[in-house]
């Protein structure tokens, strides 16, 4: 089964500062890869998505890289502000079979003022 | 514009009891998804619809699980009976075909078996 193996489980950046989740990824039949923002109580929220033809997506303050050769992507939160702390899950989704979204398992950002 | 509905948002029973959680999608949408959530194995998916068909169902846990979809708004996810290890909180997503990455959760249903 196709695994997404997130990191790190927990991130503490100082307010202004850059966060950096990494994730890595098995195989190669994908189609996309998502990263979504969880907050506490609510559901999970696509907060950016980059194809696998693409290096690097930028919106706002949010950057996806993308290393085809390593696969491995990534999310840059620039400017980390306290609004950011939430569980940011990778995904990725797979061409085999029925399509389906593949979650990492997550990681708690907390953003301190 | 309502989002993806669940109800109910918190759920308390005793072991070996029946649970049915229920989901409304996004008007439009025809794929949607049941996930449980977990500290220990993160974001589950235990199965999807498109157009109302089942069309993976290989991460329903077992046979005391069951879902349907009888329409293409509504959705049901059924326990019986339940245990103390279902205790999770369950989410339903939708999603419109050509944009399956891009799916809407909705609040989500807390159960807790006792």
């Known amino acids: 089964q196709q695994q997404v193996k997130q990191s790190p489980q927990s991130l503490i950046v100082q307010k202004g500062g850059i966060s950096i989740i990494n994730c890595a990824y098995e195989?190669?039949?994908?189609?996309?890869f998502p990263w979504y923002q969880q907050f506490p109580g609510k559901g999970p929220a696509l907060l950016i998505a980059?194809?696998?033809?693409?290096s690097e997506k930028k919106e706002g303050r949010f950057t996806i890289s993308f290393n085809k050769s390593a696969k491995q992507f990534s999310l840059h939160i620039m400017d980390s502000q306290p609004g950011d702390s939430a569980t940011y899950f990778c995904?990725?989704?797979?061409?085999?079979?029925?399509?389906?979204?593949?979650f990492g398992q997550g990681t708690r950002l907390t953003i301190n003022p | 514009d309502a989002g993806v509905i669940q109800s109910p948002r918190h759920e308390v029973t005793e072991m070996g009891q029946e649970v049915t959680l229920r989901c409304k999608p996004i008007?439009?949408?025809?794929?949607l998804f049941w996930y449980r959530q977990t500290m220990m194995r993160g974001l589950e998916l235990l199965i999807y619809?498109?157009?109302?068909?089942?069309?993976?169902d290989s991460g329903m846990p077992e046979d005391r699980f069951s879902a349907k979809m009888p329409n293409a708004s509504f959705s049901t996810l059924k326990i019986q009976p339940s245990e103390p290890r279902d205790s999770a909180v369950y989410f339903c997503?939708?999603?419109?075909?050509?944009?399956?990455?891009?799916?809407?959760f909705g609040p989500g249903t807390r159960l807790t078996v006792t």
């Open positions: 195989n190669t039949a994908f189609d996309y």
């Open positions: 008007s439009g949408h025809n794929s």
């Open positions: 980059i194809r696998p033809d693409v």
């Open positions: 997503a939708s999603s419109l075909d050509r944009g399956l990455y891009e799916q809407y």
């Open positions: 619809f498109n157009n109302n068909v089942p069309i993976d």
């Open positions: 995904a990725l989704t797979l061409k085999q079979g029925a399509q389906k979204l593949v």
